[in-house]
């Protein structure tokens, strides 16, 4: 049985990075809700957190870049 490690590194941002979750699956599409998602395809709950990664490698590259 594996261990769940799904734990937010600052628990300050946890409520900002739920409300970015949110937004990704509404630009995306995806039927999200607050609580338990089994009814989506691993496929949609894959896009949203993909898509996650894509908007905040972006946002770290623009601040590095100084814009």
């Known amino acids: 049985m594996s261990a ?6 600052v628990p ?26 089994g009814n989506l395809t ?5 896009s949203v957190g993909g898509y996650m990664v894509k908007k905040m490698i972006e946002a770290q590259e623009k601040q590095m870049a100084g814009k």
Not at 25 to 31: D, I, K, Q, R, T
């Open 42 to 46: 691993s496929a949609q709950n894959g």
């Open 12 to 37: 300050e941002a946890k409520e900002a990075m739920n409300k970015f979750k949110m937004e990704v699956a509404s630009e995306l599409g995806v039927p999200l809700s607050n609580g338990y998602n």
């Open 4 to 9: 769940t490690t799904n734990k937010t590194n």
